[in-house]
């Protein structure tokens, strides 16, 4: 019996014009690079990823798109790059000039 195939998902990529804290874009194109992804790709999958609920856990968990090499893989890249903050940093950004 051959496995049915899955089928495509026709898709249409636009351009964004996005800022954000350049040692996390670093952290990125690095992890996108050691994937053998394109910066895009990357994002698409963390953007879907933060759209699934944990079961149980809905509104407050959401499925991680990373496995525990990849997780492993970030933190070394967090740390070549400087980015010493955490998840909730964000809400403390200050932009300088």
Do not use: W
Not at 30 to 57: D, W, Y
């Amino acid at each position: 019996m051959r496995p049915q195939a899955t089928p495509l998902v026709p898709i249409e990529r636009v351009e964004v014009r996005v800022r954000m804290e350049r040692r996390i874009v670093m952290v990125l194109e690095a992890l996108a690079e050691q994937r053998n992804m394109t910066l895009g790709e990357l994002l698409e999958k963390i953007v879907l990823h933060s759209f699934e609920a944990v079961p149980g856990q809905e509104g407050e968990m959401c499925a991680s798109p990373y496995s525990i090499d990849s997780l492993a893989a970030i933190a070394h890249l967090k740390r070549i790059h400087g980015m010493d903050f955490d998840t909730h940093a964000s809400r403390r950004f200050q932009e300088i000039a």
